[in-house]
C-alpha cells in the first residue's frame, strides 16, 4: 500500500488499509450511510472501502 502520496486522513484502526491515520486504498468509494440519499454532514456517510482488520 501506497500511503506517502495519499493524504485521504483515517480515524478507524480496525481498517486494513489505515496507516498511521492515512488511508492506503489505491481508491476509495463513499456512500450515504442513510436510506435517504441527502447528506447534511460528515456523520451521514460511510467508507465503502473499509475492510475490517483484527487489531489487539
Not at 492515512?22 to 472501502?49: D, F, H, P, Q, Y
Request: hydrophobic residues 25%.
Amino acid at each position: 500500500m501506497n500511503y506517502m502520496n495519499n493524504r485521504i486522513k483515517c480515524q478507524v484502526e480496525e481498517c486494513i488499509y489505515n496507516g498511521d491515520g492515512l488511508c492506503g486504498a489505491e481508491s476509495i468509494e463513499v456512500k450515504s450511510s442513510g436510506k435517504s440519499m441527502r447528506v447534511g454532514t460528515s456523520e451521514g456517510t460511510r467508507c465503502s472501502t473499509f475492510k475490517y482488520k483484527n487489531i489487539k
